[in-house]
């Protein structure tokens, strides 16, 4: 297991259109996370998933974002009609139950124009 | 509602010099506190959870500390692979879920 990853690494999109982010898990972590992270901050919460249940949404995730972990394995961050505003990095992490810390993937880097 | 202050905002060192981070930090209940380090373009990558006050653990050059209202991370002798962003989170009691409360973190910078 080589840890949480994330792809793809870097995405640039013209403003309106959809993205889509793929995040798989350290395989043993029922736990899943997104945060978004902007340049000087530190990560802010976006979503988390026990399984495939999607238990917390931050009032951050606005009617143009979708987190889906169908079966409780990988993760997807969708984002509708992309704003400028959205550009950031996103960031995936997992943890199981046994654990307070958990561990990041290397992000998504997403640019709109 | 839980909050994280880091300070400072950024810090040159030289190599050798050693030093502290500030992370002060409003939680109700808390259930534990974390440190990470950011280098640029990459994910936060943990170093340590502190839960209570009192404790006190250390990795190589990096020594955290927890107060009731407060934790230090000490670098001692850096050299300047310790250069990055050093990230505080606090995860409270409050809510179902375990996410993470983070800071804006401390930019290091050390030079030989």
């Known amino acids: 297991d080589t840890g949480v990853s994330q792809n793809p690494r870097h995405k640039i999109t013209k403003r309106g259109q959809n993205v889509t982010f793929r995040c798989d898990p350290i395989?043993?972590?029922?736990?899943l996370y997104w945060y978004r992270q902007t340049l000087g901050q530190g990560p802010e919460f976006l979503t988390y998933f026990q399984n495939e249940a999607q238990l917390e949404k931050s009032r951050l995730l606005s009617d143009r974002f979708s987190a889906e972990r169908p079966k409780g394995s990988f993760s997807t961050l969708e984002i509708q009609r992309t704003e400028q505003g959205d550009s950031a990095m996103y960031l995936c992490?997992?943890?199981?139950?046994?654990?307070?810390?958990?561990?990041f993937g290397s992000g998504t880097r997403l640019t709109v124009v | 509602e839980d909050q994280v202050t880091q300070s400072p905002e950024a810090l040159r060192l030289q190599e050798g010099e050693s030093s502290s981070l500030n992370c002060s930090y409003t939680?109700?209940?808390?259930?534990?506190l974390f440190w990470y380090r950011q280098d640029p373009g990459k994910g936060p990558e943990f170093l340590f959870t502190?839960?209570?006050a009192g404790e006190e653990k250390e990795k190589e050059r990096l020594k955290a500390t927890l107060t009731k209202k407060e934790s230090f991370l000490h670098i001692t002798a850096p050299k300047p692979e310790d250069s990055a962003t050093y990230l505080c989170?606090?995860?409270?009691?409050?809510?179902?879920?375990?996410?993470?409360?983070f800071g804006t973190g401390t930019l290091l910078a050390v030079q030989p």
């Open positions: 502190l839960y209570s």
């Open positions: 939680v109700s209940g808390l259930r534990g």
């Open positions: 395989s043993e972590h029922n736990r």
């Open positions: 992490a997992s943890s199981s139950t046994s654990m307070y810390g958990y561990t």
């Open positions: 989170a606090v995860r409270g009691d409050g809510g179902a879920t375990n996410k993470l409360i």
